[in-house]
């Protein structure tokens, strides 16, 4: 019934339109003859007619099934061909299942909307079909990934976190030279067992950080010490033997003050010349080590003896020089001048100047009472002290003498040998003195 609608409603139209046409020839029948039809009006007849005929075609195509009614076994098996198909007519419930085949689909022309979820299995995909446009982000898991599938050129840089990697799987073969940086290992990771023998060199090592106890007992040898590092704290007490000491090395900065005591002097090592002059003091010498050949010449000075401790046996023969003289003869003098007494000259040897002391002693008597005998003592040509004395005699004859004694000296006697005499006189020439028993001795004394 929609179909002869559609028909009527055409039919009403195309009248309308020669309608329209008979009005127009009509009013340009004034312009043109009767047995002329313009074009402009022909074309559009011609168009208008096919195109009615087109659509009456098609209204009976689509009315017809609806009169008449064709059932499924009055068609013979295959006469519907494509072209008896309209467009868009096989809808989906007129597709058997299973029956739309690869064949049937055009190429490319099923979209996402058409696949079902979950419709397309692994066979359904063809190898490399899947595409990285194709894969959704995210959506590759785990368990979609074959194992060791994913190979080196597909890991994107820097993509392989340490949250990715399996802990403990990443062995040596695995790091490339010269990869590991400082910050990537973990304080005390590395053990001494990754360490290579040898690998540690100098230039490792932090300043300060090899203690003691990472050196091996006994293995630092001369050469691994620079010079002037072994400094005294690092030498324990008592551990610098002889043989660690070089010959010659110990000088006198290296001992310390009073650290050399008797046993560290080898006997006889220490000579004059290692005595400073003026230290060796009297309580340093052994009792009788000051012998007579360790006393130079002259050294012995007063200072240096004793009160009393030179005795008579400590004294040389001539070491005090000194001369004597006597004699038994009896001698005569009427001589008023000072006069060589006869028989009382000596000589002495002094070896630098001296004190003489002169000491005379004689018997006398004058003949005559009431004069006088004065004596004198003379060093070569000078009087000693006193100028003189006088002779005061009692007695007047031989058998009537006395004996007198007389200390002259004489200070400030120069070295050398000098002859000291006595001589005499009296008083008046009427008198004549007379010496008997006599004696005259001279010491000298150090000036």
């Known amino acids: 019934m929609h179909a002869c609608r559609i028909i009527s409603e055409l039919d009403l139209k195309f009248i309308n339109f020669k309608s329209r046409l008979s009005t127009n020839a009509n009013i340009g029948e004034t312009k043109m003859d009767k047995d002329k039809v313009p074009i402009k009006i022909v074309v559009p007849i011609i168009v208008v007619t096919w195109v009615l005929s087109l659509i009456s075609a098609l209204a009976i195509v689509m009315v017809m099934p609806s009169l008449f009614s064709v059932k499924s076994e009055q068609i013979g098996t295959g006469l519907i061909t494509s072209d008896k198909i309209a467009d868009e007519t096989i809808i989906t419930v007129k597709l058997a299942d299973g029956n739309v085949t690869s064949a049937k689909i055009l190429d490319g022309n099923i979209t996402a909307v058409d696949i079902a979820d979950g419709s397309i299995i692994t066979v359904k995909v063809s190898d490399g079909a899947v595409t990285t446009a194709k894969i959704a982000d995210g959506a590759v898991t785990g368990a979609k990934i074959a194992d060791s599938a994913i190979i080196t050129t597909k890991l994107a840089d820097g993509s392989v976190t340490s949250a990715k990697i399996l802990d403990g799987t990443i062995t040596a073969v695995d790091l490339a030279e010269d990869v590991l940086l400082l910050a990537m290992i973990e304080d005390g990771a590395v053990t001494t067992a990754k360490i290579a023998d040898g690998a540690i060199v100098t230039i490792k090592l932090a300043d300060g950080n090899v203690t003691s106890a990472k050196i091996m007992d006994?293995?630092?040898?001369?050469?691994?010490?620079?010079?002037?590092?072994?400094?005294?704290?690092?030498?324990?007490?008592?551990?610098?033997?002889?043989?660690?000491?070089?010959?010659?090395?110990?000088?006198?900065?290296?001992?310390?003050?009073?650290?050399i005591i008797t046993i560290k002097l080898a006997d006889n090592s220490v000579t004059s010349a290692k005595i400073l002059d003026g230290t060796i003091t009297a309580a340093d010498l052994a009792t009788g080590a000051v012998t007579e050949l360790k006393i130079a010449n002259g050294a012995v000075t007063t200072d240096k003896i004793a009160d009393g401790a030179v005795t008579n046996l400590k004294l040389a023969a001539g070491a005090i020089p000194h001369n004597v003289t006597d004699s038994g003869t009896q001698r005569q003098t009427s001589s008023t001048s000072f006069v060589d007494m006869p028989d009382m000259s000596v000589d002495i040897t002094l070896t630098r100047n001296s004190t003489l002391l002169i000491m005379f002693s004689a018997t006398a008597w004058l003949e005559t009472a009431g004069y006088y005998i004065f004596i004198r003592a003379v060093v070569g040509t000078t009087p000693a002290h006193p100028?003189?004395?006088?002779?005061?005699?009692?007695?007047?004859?031989?058998?009537?003498?006395?004996?007198?004694?007389?200390m002259f000296y004489q200070t400030n006697v120069s070295a050398g040998t000098h002859t000291v005499k006595m001589q005499w006189r009296v008083n008046s020439g009427v008198a004549t003195g007379n010496v008997y028993i006599k004696s005259l001795s001279v010491i000298a004394l150090p000036a």
């Open 218 to 259: 006994g293995t630092i040898t001369a050469v691994d010490l620079a010079d002037n590092s072994t400094i005294t704290a690092k030498i324990a007490d008592g551990n610098v033997t002889t043989a660690k000491i070089a010959d010659g090395n110990v000088t006198t900065a290296k001992i310390a003050d009073d650290a």
């Open 387 to 406: 100028a003189e004395w006088v002779l005061t005699l009692t007695r007047l004859t031989h058998d009537d003498y006395n004996a007198y004694s007389f």
